[in-house]
C-alpha cells in the first residue's frame, strides 16, 4: 500500500540554475544575467520543478566544451548534493558536447533553456496542430543531440525534458524520430493548405485582421477575453497560449475587425520552435495592425520590447503598423513609459478594470481610416455585381440613384479603389 502511495505521487524536481555572464556584458540579452535567471525560475516553475539554487560565473566568455569553467563546476556539484537536487539547468542553449561534458562533470541531469521550453509547450499544447509543431520542434532538438542525451535520458525517465505533447513519452531512436519528423512533417502541410483556405474566404471578405503580439505574460489573452466571449486560457504563467485563437470585434463606428491572441514571445525562443511555429506565428503577417501589448508594470518592460521586435523582425512583420497597448496599468507603474519610436501610437489600458479600452479600440479604427480613402465613383446600373461587392467590403458614405447608374461614395482599399477606378468622377 504504502509503494501504491509512493508511486503515484508526483516528485517535484529540484534543479540548480546556472548562467555565464560575460564579462563584456550580456550580449545575447538585454536583461541581467540575474533578470534572465528569476525569468528561467519562473518557466521551471511552470513546467512544474522547484528551483533550490542559483549560480551565476562571470567568464570571458561561455567555455565551449563544458559550458562553465572546471572550478565552478565542482561548486556547482557540491551545490547539488548539498541541496539534493536532481538536476541543473542552464540558461542557454547548450551544445551537444557540452552537454555532455557537463553532465559526466556533474554526475546529474543536465538541461537547458530550450528543454524547459520546449516541455511547457508539450504540456500546453492543445490543437492538433500546437500538439505537432511541439514534438516537431523536440525531436529535431533531440535528434541534434542524441548523442549528449543517452545517459541521462534513460537514467532519469521522467521529469523535465521528456514530456511529449498528450501523454506521450518521447522516444529518443534515431530512426524512429527520422520517420515521426517526416510523418509529422506532412501532417502539417495539410493542415497549412486547410489554413491558406480559410485564409482566402477571411481575406475576401475584407474584414481587417488585428493581431495581438507580445512578451509571454503581458496579457494579451486577457485583452481579448475582455472584448470577445473567447474564453482563452489567461493565467499568471509563461506561455499559457500557445494555440491561435480568433474573434469578430466591433469597433465604436460599428465597422468589425478581426481580432487574433496567439502564442508570446521569450528572450532566447529556441529556434526549432520559431521555426516548428512558423506556420502559427505567419499569422501575424497578415495582420493589417499588430497590437503590440507590454506589460507595463514590469520592471524589464523595455528589454521584453526590444525582444518582441526583434522577433518580429525574425518573422518577417517589420512593415505591418505597430500600436503600442501599454497594459495592467491598474497596477503600480514606472512613468515615464518607454518609447520605441518604431509604433504609429501608444495606448494605456487595463484589460483586467476595462480602462482605456474604447480609447484603444478608437486608436485601431483612426489608424485603419488611414488605410484607406475616400472615392466617389459612379456606376452603371449594368454593373450590379460590382456594387454588391463594395457594399459587402467598403464602408459606403453616401449612394444616391441617379439616371446614368448609382453614385457612391464609400472609403475603400487598394483593391476596391482598383476596381472601382474605371467608374470614378472627379469630386
Ligand atoms: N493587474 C493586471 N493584471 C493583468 C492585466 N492583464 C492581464 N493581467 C494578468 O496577467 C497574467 C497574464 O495574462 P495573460 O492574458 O494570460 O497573458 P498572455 O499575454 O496571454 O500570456 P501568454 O499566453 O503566456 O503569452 C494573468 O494573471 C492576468 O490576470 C491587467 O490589465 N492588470
Ligand atoms: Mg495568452
Not at 87 to 100: I, N, T
Not at 278 to 306: C, F, G, W
Request: one cysteine or more; glycine letters at 8%; charged letters at 30%.
Amino acid at each position: 500500500m504504502a509503494k501504491e502511495i509512493h508511486e503515484t505521487e508526483e516528485i517535484r524536481e529540484r534543479v540548480i540554475l546556472v548562467a555565464v555572464e560575460p564579462e563584456t556584458g550580456n550580449a545575447k540579452s538585454a536583461m541581467t544575467t540575474e533578470a534572465c535567471l528569476d525569468e528561467l525560475e519562473e518557466l521551471v516553475e511552470t513546467a512544474g520543478a522547484q528551483t533550490v539554487g542559483k549560480v551565476i560565473q562571470k567568464r570571458e566568455k561561455v567555455h565551449p566544451g563544458h559550458y562553465l569553467g572546471k572550478g565552478k563546476i565542482e561548486e556547482v556539484k557540491m551545490l547539488v548534493r548539498a541541496m539534493d537536487a536532481s538536476g541543473v539547468v542552464c540558461d542557454d542553449e547548450l551544445s551537444p558536447a557540452q552537454l555532455k561534458n557537463l553532465e559526466q562533470m556533474l554526475d546529474t541531469k543536465v538541461m537547458d533553456r530550450t528543454m524547459v521550453i520546449l516541455d511547457i509547450f508539450a504540456g500546453r499544447a492543445i490543437s492538433g496542430e500546437g500538439k505537432i509543431q511541439v514534438e516537431l520542434a523536440q525531436l529535431k532538438y533531440r535528434l541534434s543531440r542524441l548523442a549528449g542525451m543517452g545517459a541521462s535520458m534513460s537514467r532519469l525517465g521522467g521529469g523535465i525534458g521528456t514530456r511529449g505533447p498528450g501523454e506521450k513519452k518521447l522516444e529518443t531512436d534515431r530512426r524512429y524520430i527520422k520517420e515521426r519528423i517526416a510523418e509529422l512533417n506532412r501532417d502539417l502541410k495539410e493542415i497549412e493548405v486547410h489554413r491558406e483556405l480559410l485564409r482566402g474566404q477571411r481575406g475576401k471578405k475584407g474584414t481587417p485582421v488585428v493581431s495581438l503580439v507580445g512578451y509571454t505574460n503581458a496579457g494579451k489573452s486577457t485583452l481579448i477575453n475582455r472584448l470577445t466571449d473567447a474564453g482563452v486560457l489567461a493565467e499568471d504563467k509563461l506561455f499559457a497560449t500557445l494555440d491561435t485563437t480568433t474573434r469578430k470585434v466591433k469597433l465604436p463606428n460599428g465597422s468589425e475587425i478581426l481580432l487574433t491572441d496567439t502564442v508570446g514571445f521569450i528572450q532566447k525562443l529556441p529556434h526549432h520552435l520559431i521555426q516548428a511555429f512558423r506556420a502559427t506565428l505567419e499569422e501575424m503577417k497578415y495582420a493589417d495592425i499588430l497590437l503590440h501589448v507590454v506589460d507595463a508594470s514590469n520592471p524589464n518592460r523595455k528589454e521584453q520590447m526590444d525582444v518582441v521586435y526583434d522577433t518580429l523582425r525574425s518573422l518577417g512583420c517589420e512593415k505591418t503598423p505597430v500600436i503600442t497597448v501599454f497594459n495592467k496599468m491598474d497596477r503600480e507603474v514606472e512613468l515615464p513609459l518607454p518609447l520605441d519610436g518604431i509604433c504609429c501610437g501608444r495606448q494605456q489600458i487595463s484589460a483586467v478594470t476595462g480602462m482605456g479600452i474604447e480609447e484603444m479600440l478608437s486608436g485601431i479604427e483612426t489608424l485603419l481610416k488611414t488605410f484607406r480613402r475616400s472615392v466617389k465613383a459612379l456606376l452603371p446600373y449594368t454593373e450590379g455585381a460590382l456594387l454588391g461587392w463594395v457594399h459587402g467590403r467598403c464602408e459606403i458614405l453616401s449612394e444616391e440613384h441617379t439616371a446614368e447608374g448609382v453614385l457612391l461614395e464609400a472609403y475603400v482599399d487598394e483593391e476596391a479603389a482598383n476596381r472601382l477606378e474605371p467608374y470614378c468622377v472627379q469630386e
